[in-house]
């Protein structure tokens, strides 16, 4: 089912709000995936995103030390914990990422603003493509820390870059999400070497330049 | 010597390296008691541990504390009966711990640490027990199992890698957590009792 957007725009109120009180500026926090997407173009269809909010955040702003790449949690006992729970209470569920490295990588967002007048900054359709393919090719270069979940990954995204490219119409994004596409066919057929070099051509010199 | 005791005795020892590492055999009941070779081993020193009572007014000569060998500085014949029950009786031991842990699942070693506790097998969030969680067991963990996860001391997962959610967040919040154990829902019950190693990747179905 898709995302209803005045749902949508509630709960972004409400993290917006939370991330606020844990001292998060607007531009240290961004929204990234279909949400994000539904949010600049209301027409997008968004069901092949899970019921989750999808938030970047640079990690090195946040109240606790993260050690994960793929997503964090306040410490057992925090205050933030307590109300990350509190908002999960009321369904909103919030996927946590540290991406100090995609920031520095770069990847469009743009400031949306709230009813309330709170504002937030969302990643543009282009936004999402860029960061796509930035973790697709960490998916590539981490095989051991992705190898059970490779099936279900290329399944997921498929689908995600399928819905994206529909909507799609500057040709530097269909580029980059057609990339996607064959590098995730590539790797489907576990052709990872041409899969690493097509997922690198997509994510372009600045995740390169960043990654090496 | 007869042979259907010496065959008796060569089986009993074959089962025995199964049992050192688990419970207390000779070898440690030996080192426990800071045994010497030579040293003697009277009926006090089994007081209370649970074996076979020694053969009244004989004692026991510790000829080597690394292979724990008991032997009896004379009457060979009923020590040697005194062995084999002692052996026979570590054996029991031992295939009921081979019978306890014979339900060893194999997943990925997710979230570091251990924990023993009792299963709660869940195939949705609102089948969710309200009171707290030994090990939460589940097909899969995205991240609306957040709060079952917090309320859980150990988490297994039937699908999943070591970057999925369920790892993520156990590893963040310091939980034992295995993934990707096959058929782990259909081999679980709720209320089983169940040992999780996130180093190994070990799940222990203890019954």
């Not at chain 1, 030390?65 to 057992?76: F, G, R, S």
């Not at chain 1, 790797?187 to 995740?207: E, I, M």
Request: a neutral charge; charged letters at 25%.
């Amino acid at each position: 089912m898709d995302l209803d957007v005045t749902n949508l725009i509630d709960s972004l109120e409400e993290v917006a709000t939370l991330l606020s009180g844990w001292k998060l500026s607007t531009t240290q926090w961004s929204l990234l995936d279909g949400p994000a997407i539904k949010l600049h173009d209301h027409s997008f269809d968004a069901s092949p995103w899970r019921d989750h909010l999808n938030i970047y955040v640079v990690e090195h702003a946040l109240p606790w030390k993260t050690a994960e790449l793929e997503q964090t949690v306040p410490p057992l006992g925090s205050r933030e914990l307590t109300e990350l729970l509190a908002a999960s209470r009321r369904d909103i569920h919030l996927h946590l990422v540290p991406a100090f490295r995609y920031y520095k990588a770069g990847f469009e967002r743009k400031i949306v603003y709230l009813p309330s007048g709170r504002s937030i900054t969302a990643a543009t359709l282009r936004g999402c493509s860029q960061m796509w393919s930035y973790k697709s090719v960490e998916v590539v270069d981490k095989p051991n820390d992705f190898a059970e979940e490779i099936e279900r990954i290329v399944a997921e995204r498929l689908v995600r870059l399928r819905a994206a490219l529909a909507v799609a119409r500057e040709p530097d994004i269909l580029q980059r999400l057609a990339l996607l596409e064959r590098g995730y066919q590539e790797l489907s057929d576990r052709k990872t070497t041409q899969a690493r070099a097509t997922f690198r051509q997509a994510a372009g010199q600045s995740w390169i330049s960043e990654v090496s | 010597m007869g042979l259907r005791h010496r065959r008796c005795l060569d089986s009993c020892i074959r089962l025995l390296p199964n049992a050192e590492h688990q419970i207390p055999t000779q070898r440690t009941f030996v080192k426990q008691q800071g045994a010497r070779p030579g040293s003697n081993l009277d009926q006090s020193d089994w007081a209370g541990s649970g074996r076979p009572a020694i053969p009244p007014r004989r004692s026991l000569k510790v000829e080597d504390t690394a292979n724990a060998e008991l032997r009896c500085c004379e009457g060979a014949a009923s020590v040697f009966c005194f062995e084999v029950e002692v052996i026979a009786f570590v054996t029991r031991r031992s295939l009921a711990l081979l019978a306890m842990t014979q339900s060893v699942l194999r997943g990925l070693p997710a979230s570091p640490g251990k924990c023993v506790g009792r299963a709660s097998v869940v195939s949705r969030l609102t089948a969710l027990p309200t009171e707290s969680i030994d090990v939460l067991v589940v097909k899969t963990a995205s991240v609306e199992w957040l709060e079952a996860i917090v309320k859980a001391r150990a988490v297994v997962t039937e699908i999943g890698g070591i970057t999925s959610h369920a790892a993520t967040i156990c590893r963040e919040l310091g939980k034992p957590c295995v993934t990707g154990v096959e058929n782990i829902m259909s081999q679980l019950t709720s209320g089983a009792l169940v040992t999780v190693d996130g180093t190994t990747g070990e799940v222990t179905i203890l019954r």
